[in-house]
Structures are given as structure tokens and as C-alpha cells.
């Protein structure tokens, strides 16, 4: 009788580990399987995106070559603004780039910088010495700049102007003392 209960312990203990080994292999095999499946679908998809980025980074450079490079003017020499305060006396030294990606827009800066470094100490000696010392303040002011001398080309060169030529100012240096 004892034989025969070891024989039935060790049958009962034989069947479950067999279980164990299918359930695992069946796992791996779904594991294997979905992992197969995954690896296909991303690398047939990563094909059909690639097209798309291609076609977008040549749109940029088409764009780009429509432009040109862009052209950097310098309106030199520095400006020097001297600020009306109360407290006292205080001045902003500061130079300024203008960008452009036209040949022409650069050759009428270079032309009318007369007009139009006096149009532009006109306008910056109106500012606040507090506001412009803040990053807010210096944006609105290369803002003001820009569209300051987009106005003052359209108003020397008339009908001749390219509209908003001019597309940005950049500071090269800039102090408030």
C-alpha cells in the first residue's frame, strides 16, 4: 500500500510538471510569435513614413532656395541715446543688425542708412531706459526697429520698396549705463 501511494505522489507530481513545461512553451511561443509580428509591422510602417520626412525636408529646402541666404546689414556705426531722467543722466549704446534675403533690400539699406539711423535714434530716444533694460522691453524695441526701417525704405524708394524686406533686427551689442 505504501508503494502504491509513492506511485501515485510521484505520477500526480510527473503530470504537473509536464503542465508547467507546455503552459511555459505555449507562452514563449505567443511571446515569440506577437514580438514577430510587432518587428514586421514597424519595420513595413517605418518604410511608408520615411517618404513623408523626405518630402517635407525637401519642401524646407526648396523654400530655403527661393530665399537665398540671408543677408546681414549692419547699421554702424554704434548708437548712442541719451535718456531724459529724473535722477539722472543716462545713456544706451548698443548696435544693431538688420536680415534680409533679398540683394536689393540690403543694397537700399546700405543707400538710405541716413535716413534711416536718423529715423531710428528719433524713435529710441523716446523709449524708457526701465523698459528696454528688460528682455521684453529689448524685443519690442528689435521689433520697432524692423518695422521702422521697412517704413522708412517704402517712404524713400517709394513704389521701388519690397514690402517687409526687412525681416528682422538682431542686437550685436548693447549697454545701459
Do not use: C, W
Not at 546681414?72 to 556705426?77: F, G, K, N, V
Amino acid at each position: 500500500m505504501a508503494d502504491d501511494k509513492k506511485e501515485k505522489d510521484t505520477e500526480e507530481k510527473g503530470g504537473a510538471s509536464t503542465m508547467k513545461v507546455v503552459i511555459i512553451a505555449v507562452v514563449l511561443s505567443v511571446v515569440l510569435v506577437g514580438g514577430g509580428v510587432g518587428a514586421a509591422m514597424y519595420f513595413l510602417m517605418g518604410d511608408k513614413a520615411a517618404p513623408a520626412e523626405g518630402e517635407a525636408a525637401a519642401e524646407e529646402a526648396e523654400e530655403e532656395e527661393e530665399k537665398g541666404p540671408a543677408l546681414y546689414q549692419s547699421l554702424d556705426p554704434k548708437f548712442v541715446v541719451s535718456f531724459t531722467d529724473q535722477r539722472s543722466a543716462r545713456f544706451m549704446q548698443f548696435s544693431v543688425d538688420v536680415v534680409t534675403h533679398k540683394e536689393e533690400v540690403k543694397e537700399q539699406v546700405q543707400l538710405h542708412m541716413p535716413a534711416i539711423r536718423s529715423s531710428l535714434l528719433m524713435i529710441i530716444g523716446e523709449q524708457d531706459a526701465d523698459v528696454v533694460s528688460t528682455k521684453e522691453g529689448k524685443e519690442k524695441m528689435l521689433e520697432e526697429i524692423k518695422n521702422n526701417v521697412n517704413e522708412t525704405l517704402a517712404r524713400m524708394e517709394g513704389k521701388k520698396a519690397i514690402k517687409d524686406g526687412v525681416e528682422a533686427a538682431y542686437f550685436n551689442s548693447f549697454v545701459i549705463q
